[in-house]
C-alpha cells in the first residue's frame, strides 16, 4: 500500500482489498436500505449530479433552505449507524480517539461529477476528512485555499482513500468526471465516495 502527498493530500492508493471492498459496500447496502439515496438540489436549485445519503448522528443535506447537517434523513428517519468497518479506517489512518459523526454517502451514476469546493460546514476545521472511493475510477481534482488557484488530479480507483488535513483541510477538491464502468465492484457501475467528517 502505496502512500503519497499530493498539495496537502494523503493519498492511500489501494488501502482496502478487494475483499474489504466488497465487505464495505454490502455494508453500505444495509445502510441505503434504511437511508434511501436522495436526488439533492443545490440552495438555488439546481439538481446535483450525484445521489446522496448518510450514516451517522448527522447526515450533511442540501436543499432550497441551504447546506447543513442535519440529524434525520429528509424522509423522517434518524441516519442508521456508520459501520465499525468505517470507523476502522478512520481510526488506521488518523489515530484519532475522537470518531466521525457522519458519514457522507455520494454515489456517482454515469455523467456524475462533483464541482470544486471546500467542506466548510463543520464546527470545527481541526479534525481531518477522510475520503474512501469504491467502483469506477474518478478524477479527483485538487487545489488550495482559494477558488481559481493551480489544481492537480488524479485518478482516484475503488479502495483508495485520501486523508484531507491540516493545509488540504480547507482545500478545494472535486470531481471532473469518473470512467463509467471501469470497476467490477459494482455490477451495474458507478463510484461511491463516503467521506467521514466531525461535523459537531
Ligand atoms: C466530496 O468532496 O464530497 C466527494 C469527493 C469524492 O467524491 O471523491
Ligand atoms: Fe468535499
Known amino acids: 500500500m502505496a502512500h503519497l502527498t499530493v498539495a496537502g493530500f494523503e493519498i492511500h492508493d489501494t488501502y482496502l482489498t478487494s475483499d474489504a471492498q466488497r465487505a464495505l459496500l454490502d455494508a453500505l447496502r444495509e445502510v441505503v436500505r434504511a437511508a434511501p439515496l436522495v436526488d439533492p438540489v443545490t440552495p438555488s436549485g439546481k439538481k446535483m449530479s450525484v ?63 462533483m464541482g470544486l469546493h471546500q467542506d466548510k460546514d463543520e464546527a470545527s476545521y481541526d479534525w481531518p476528512v477522510v475520503s474512501i472511493s469504491l467502483g469506477d475510477d474518478g478524477l479527483f481534482r485538487m487545489g ?43 455490477p451495474k457501475g458507478g463510484r461511491i465516495n463516503l467521506t467521514l467528517r466531525v461535523a459537531t
Not at 450514516?55 to 441551504?66: K, N, S, V
Not at 480507483?157 to 488540504?168: Q, T
Open 144 to 186: 488550495g485555499p482559494q477558488r481559481g488557484g493551480k489544481t492537480q488530479s488524479i485518478w482516484l480507483k475503488s479502495g483508495d482513500v485520501v486523508v484531507m488535513g491540516g493545509a488540504a483541510r480547507l482545500a478545494y477538491h472535486g470531481v471532473d468526471r469518473i470512467r463509467f464502468g471501469s470497476s467490477t465492484l459494482m
Open 51 to 113: 445521489r446522496m445519503t448518510a450514516a451517522g448522528q448527522y447526515g450533511w443535506i442540501t436543499d432550497r433552505q441551504g447546506y447543513r447537517y442535519a440529524p434525520q434523513h429528509p424522509q423522517g428517519t434518524p441516519w442508521p449507524a456508520i459501520p465499525e468497518s468505517v470507523l476502522d479506517i478512520w481510526r488506521d489512518l488518523t489515530g484519532l480517539a475522537r470518531i466521525p459523526d457522519c458519514c457522507l454517502i455520494n454515489y456517482y451514476g454515469e455523467g456524475a461529477r
